[in-house]
């Protein structure tokens, strides 16, 4: 049950990103992905 309510709410974002077609969502989502792993990933790397 939770894991449907959990879904909805994330293809509706989806859906109003891609009528709202905003350039910036699509450049700063993946930035800020990119900069969670890098962080993960020099985190990751320094206990080593």
Known sequence: DDR????KPSETLITTVDSNSSWWTNWVIPAISALAVALMYRLYMAED
Do not use: D, I, S, Y
């Open 4 to 7: 449907a309510k959990l879904n």
